[in-house]
């Protein structure tokens, strides 16, 4: 076979960002509107050997508990944002948030993570009594929040309970960006004091950004990249963007499974020892699209753990999968798919290990 005496330069740019773990705006530009045949599939391979290299062939289950539908904000993407008189809500009880554990913990789980809109319900005292209730129960669990921006001492409050770690996508690193996405009574800097604070307070934290969203451009992933690199989180969700039919992004495209994937391979080599979801949104537009991330560097999962009779109401988007499914058949069907491409489900919190990667 003859061999191209000239090896493109974008493929030379995905050795450099393994070997260096960085590149300039421009390289970074050029990594992610690569169209050569081939070149996906070089930078997962990359990103599947780095991530076999730090955490074998183990995928982490996460039991999502999405516990609320009420939220007291307006993005403008979101199925549940405040203005939607469309969305039916519902709160989930401390009995009925510690019986999904009790659910789960029989099916191999050991990290919970509670997701819900921003519902002023929940308080810092209940939030912190679920979270210690969990963690007496199940010590050898990890717990989760993702429930948005609170203030410093809240998040404090929540870790002494015993929450492990936070999810809170920073969404987008560009303000104007930001500010096309959200109301002006939502700030980007409050976001970015928030990811400051849990990390201080020392969670494992998450942040993350949806690919494709409205008005997102090359150079607004490329600021994404940046921050994840400066911000250094444990843990990265990212997904595509899909329009929810109830906002004013209805009519907009949804983000791509290619560009996803990709993105998904590019923070692998910048961050080699991150937590990475192949999410729930990337398994909605494409039906192997989990398994597209798994193979692209992604090695977390989280099934859906919440009661079937709320399930199809946690709508943030439009066609979610998994909204009919009982947790036992989802995580069967789940662990069946990683199972396809090569990889193994695995009992385990799943903590983030640092690896002494520079
Ligand atoms: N499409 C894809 N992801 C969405 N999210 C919210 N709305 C949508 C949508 N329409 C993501 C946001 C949020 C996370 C919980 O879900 O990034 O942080
Ligand atoms: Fe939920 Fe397949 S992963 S039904």
């Known amino acids: 076979m003859q ?28 990594v992610l509107l690569c169209d050569y045949p081939g070149f996906s599939e070089y930078l997962a391979e990359k990103a599947r050997t780095v991530r076999e290299k730090y955490y074998g062939k183990a995928v982490y289950m996460r039991g999502l508990i999405e516990f609320t539908n009420i939220c007291k904000n307006n993005c403008y993407y979101c199925g549940i944002r405040r203005d939607n008189s469309n969305a039916e809500r519902y709160r989930l009880s401390e009995e009925q948030i510690l019986s999904c554990c009790d659910a789960g913990y029989e099916l191999g789980f050991r990290t919970f993570v509670l997701q819900g809109g921003e519902d002023p319900y929940y308080t810092d005292e209940l939030i912190a009594s679920i979270v210690s209730s969990i963690k007496a129960r199940y010590p050898d669990c990890a717990v989760t929040l993702s429930i948005g921006e609170r203030e410093k001492d809240s998040y404090q409050k929540f870790f002494d309970a015993g929450a492990d770690r936070y999810l809170l996508r920073h969404e987008t690193a560009d303000k104007c960006h930001y500010e096309m996405l959200h109301p002006a009574e939502l700030s980007f800097d409050h976001r970015m004091q928030c990811l400051r604070d849990l990390k201080e307070i020392g969670y494992q934290v998450g942040c993350g950004m949806m690919v494709g969203s409205p008005y997102q451009t090359t150079e607004h992933l490329v600021k994404d990249l940046r921050f994840l690199q400066e911000f250094k989180p444990e843990m ?13 992004f209805a009519e907009c495209e949804a983000g791509t499974v290619e560009m996803t994937v990709r993105l998904l391979s590019i923070i692998r080599l910048l961050l080699p020892d991150v937590l990475l979801p192949a999410t729930t949104a990337l398994g909605t537009i494409d039906p ?19 009661p079937s009779d709320v399930r199809g109401k ?5 066609n979610k999968i998994c909204t009919g499914d009982e947790a036992a058949e989802c995580i069967r069907c789940m662990a069946m798919r ?8 695995v009992i385990a919190r799943g903590d983030h290990v640092s690896f002494g990667t520079e």
């Open 338 to 345: 990683i199972a396809s491409v090569g990889y193994e489900t």
């Open 314 to 318: 946690y709508l943030l988007y439009d």
């Open 288 to 306: 192997r699209g989990r398994e597209k991330g798994i193979l692209a560097g992604a090695n977390v999962v989280m099934p859906n753990l919440s």
């Open 3 to 30: 061999e191209p005496f000239e090896r493109a330069l974008p493929f030379e740019l995905a050795d450099k960002l393994e070997a260096e773990k960085n590149l300039t705006d421009e390289e970074f530009a050029s």
């Open 236 to 248: 990265v969700g990212i997904g595509p963007f899909i329009p929810h039919h109830d906002t004013q």
